[in-house]
């Protein structure tokens, strides 16, 4: 199986900077894409950012140069920096992994799942 944690959310004054961070973990054989999205309550949830194993990202038009998602392969982690920072960003921010891991059998099953999320807070 396969656990994906978030961290480092928090309350923020508007202009402000946050540093998000995921860390997914278990028996996982490799990891594909990366992304956080982010949800307001009522609303559907939204991919804010997102890197493929290869390195290409993807950006929300909202968020685009203020934000700036990276990974570390090794250690299958994905950062959001967080720049600028708006009150419309309040929101809870979901990581997802999708990958293959080893299973009980020893075969490579599929895996995509989401971290419990960390709420970010812009406001003065």
């Known amino acids: 199986q396969v656990q994906v944690v978030e961290s480092g959310g928090g309350l923020v004054q508007p202009g402000g900077s946050l540093r998000l961070s995921c860390s997914a973990s278990?028996?996982?054989?490799?990891?594909?894409?990366m992304g956080w999205y982010r949800q307001t309550p009522g609303k559907q949830r939204e991919l804010v950012a997102s890197i493929t194993g290869g390195g290409i990202t993807n950006y929300a038009d909202s968020v685009k140069g203020r934000f700036t998602i990276s990974r570390d392969d090794p250690k299958n982690t994905v950062d959001l920096q967080m720049n600028s920072l708006k009150p419309e960003d309040t929101a809870v921010y979901y990581c997802?992994?999708?990958?293959?891991?080893?299973?009980?059998?020893?075969?490579?099953?599929?895996?995509?799942?989401w971290g419990q999320g960390t709420q970010v807070i812009v406001s003065s």
């Open positions: 997802n992994a999708e990958g293959y891991y080893s299973s009980s059998y020893s075969e490579l099953e599929h895996f995509a799942a």
């Open positions: 278990g028996s996982i054989f490799s990891v594909g894409a």
